[in-house]
């Protein structure tokens, strides 16, 4: 199987870059909490920012398709199921009978019968689940193992020769690839399926062979 993780390369952040400035100047707080300003989405800004986001979205589903048809084309393969989840996005859903606006930050939709993707470090198991749709979780589910290390932290922590005996040990072939991405600077991905257990039930699972990273 083929895993590839990219957002919209950039072009999603600047879209956000450019509405919270715009939302700053539209909506007024004191320093403390100009983070929280926003755009409402009864406005043409609100609306504008909300098809920029959605664009973006498409963009990086499209980058993505575009990734697997071409290695799909390289090693002679052929396309027999696709699975695709978003991340650090926001989707207009019915909860408690009112439409909604449920941003996801670090976390993917898990509504009932939704499969999705949870991946772990470069190492470990990823697992291919089924939601539950559970109510509590506003039918979301964890994106990933999720770091124990920042990138920064990953930098001063772990050294190339650490990354490599944690690859060596699990048999896996690195292509690029930093510290920021050691595989010691993620949680443990079986203490976090563990606890969702409640919010997806796992259809499959997936070993790491070939991890292919740009830096």
């Given amino acids: 199987g083929i895993l590839s993780h990219c957002g919209s390369r950039g ?74 989840n978003y991340h650090n996005f926001a989707w207009k859903e019915i909860h408690d009978g009112k439409e909604v606006i449920v941003h996801r930050k670090g976390a993917t939709p898990a509504g009932e019968g939704v499969l999705g993707i949870i991946p772990a470090s470069m190492t470990d198991t990823g697992y291919i689940v089924r939601g539950k749709g559970n109510a509590e979780s506003f039918s979301s589910a964890s994106h990933g193992a999720g770091r124990a290390f920042s990138r920064n932290e990953s930098k001063t922590h772990f050294t190339q020769s650490d990354i490599k005996k944690a690859l060596k040990a699990k048999e896996i072939t690195l292509i690029g690839g930093n510290a920021e991405e050691a595989p010691m600077a993620y949680k443990n991905i079986e203490t976090v399926m563990a606890s969702q257990r409640d919010l997806v039930d796992i259809i499959g699972s997936f070993q790491p062979r070939i991890v292919r990273m740009d830096k």
Avoid at 26 to 38: M, S
Avoid at 50 to 68: E, F, P, V
């Fill in 11 to 84: 072009f999603g952040a600047e879209i956000a870059q450019y509405y919270v400035r715009v939302a700053a100047e539209q909506c007024p707080l004191p320093k403390e909490a100009q983070q929280f300003a926003w755009l409402d989405l009864s406005t043409h800004l609100g609306l504008e920012y909300w098809t920029a986001m959605n664009l973006a979205g498409d963009y990086a589903s499209a980058c993505h398709a575009d990734i697997h048809r071409r290695l799909i084309r390289a090693v002679g393969g052929r396309l027999k199921a696709r699975i695709e």
